[in-house]
């Protein structure tokens, strides 16, 4: 990775060795991601400026050895991504390098493009890509920018705080990205859950984690196994929750999750259980991005909507009711046979430090998945209308139907025959239908008619 700016003694020096002391923080080596800078108009072999090294050892960044580099092709040629400063340096960058311009981007467009990346990462609430939202003070706006040190002489301290913002922000993306080390295998302690057939091992570490404990074993109380289940872990995480840096540091080395706060770890454990789960499972059954409700009988409704379009609110309601199945990645085999996995409900209205709240299903009373197979009966793609009177279905044309399903599967591409697969899931449930509805309270009385019995 390549910092660029004009002279390659102030913004690009620090940000360079600012990246470095964060990327350390979140336990990436500097074999995975390599941080390289570099000057547009540099003199190779200068020092950097002397602003440029008080703000780098002000932010605990180790500032020494550094000297200037003149770009070159050679430099640019090794390089996977290149950062500038401003706009104005990607454009003079870009004039005498062309055939980078796809893997250059000036620091605006890179928060644009990594915003995206957020909203669109796996269930939209990705664990480890959410991280970065944990501390609002590491969230950089879209028209960030890095303006050459000259501009701040007499404010220089506050240049050196925003480029180390820049640099906790770029960091805990990348971190998130990188795949996670091998976690070490579970103690005898630890929290053993299903997660749609998949056995996940949970151990809790961290001098403030015991609340942590006792909130993870309540809401997942309906996932938990028996301690004498002798099937093989599949998936195994850690969390740490302490308030010491270097010991929040390690723990992420190892490829745990880390956090100084109850709150922040309670909020990532959900996602990354979920996470998890999915990857060990690639290419075998359907993932969909969808809440699933079940009949006393075992019949189940899947509905289908992407993060924040109301699948929790309508699993929460019509699970006082029904069979609650899952609310978020709803596991369908081959045979049409569902994979339950009750797990916790991400409240909207309900906010800690800005985060949703999650509460278990046994605390919002929810009904329990009948003692019976669970096998899918209707997929339904669901809309929020708030000027519908009552709810109302609409059948869909199978190809248009799979275009929208399409988009909440989990790996599509990595199932056995892909569209085929849905679609014979598809014609096997009647077909897929929209339903749009104003409240999640007016589709309780229509559950009858889509378990296909009278009542």
Known sequence: ???????????????????????QGHGVSADSIRVTSAGLDAVDGEPMLEAARIEIERHGANAAGFRTRSLSSAIVDAADLIITGTKDEWDVLASRHPHVSRRAFSLSELAFLYDGAVRAAPLAEHAAMLARRRDAARSIPLDFELPPIEHYVEHVSQLGDRIDQAAAWVSSIWAALLPAP?????SADAMRLDAFGVRVAVDFAGADV??????ARRMWSRCLVAGEDDAPVEAALEVTVDRDPAVLAEARARGGLAYDDPS????????????RAIERR???????????????????VGFIAPSGTGKTTLARTLGAHYGYVTDETLA????????AYPKPLSILDRTVGGLKEE????????????????????????????????????ELPLLEGLAHLSEQISYLARLPRRLHTLADMVEGVGGLARLRYREARDVIPLMPQLFGRAA
Not at 1 to 23: F, P, Q
Not at 264 to 275: D, E, G, R, Y
Request: no cysteine; proline share 8%; hydrophobic share 45%.
């Open 1 to 23: 990775m390549l910092i660029v700016d004009t002279r390659n003694s102030g913004r690009s020096a620090a940000g360079e060795r600012m990246l470095r002391r964060h990327l």
């Open 182 to 186: 091998t976690v070490a295998e579970p």
């Open 210 to 215: 015991a609340p942590v404990v006792a909130a």
């Open 264 to 275: 922040h770890a309670i909020h990532f454990l959900t996602s990354s259980i979920t996470v």
């Open 282 to 300: 690639v290419g075998g059954p359907v993932l969909m991005h969808a809440a699933g409700i079940a009949s006393p009988t075992g019949e189940v």
């Open 332 to 339: 369908v085999d081959s045979g049409l046979g569902v994979l």
């Open 359 to 394: 509460w278990g299903p046994e605390s919002l009373d929810l009904v329990p998945v009948p003692d019976a197979p669970l096998r899918l009966t209707r997929l339904l793609l669901i809309e929020r209308d708030i000027y519908a009177d009552r709810p109302v279905l609409e």
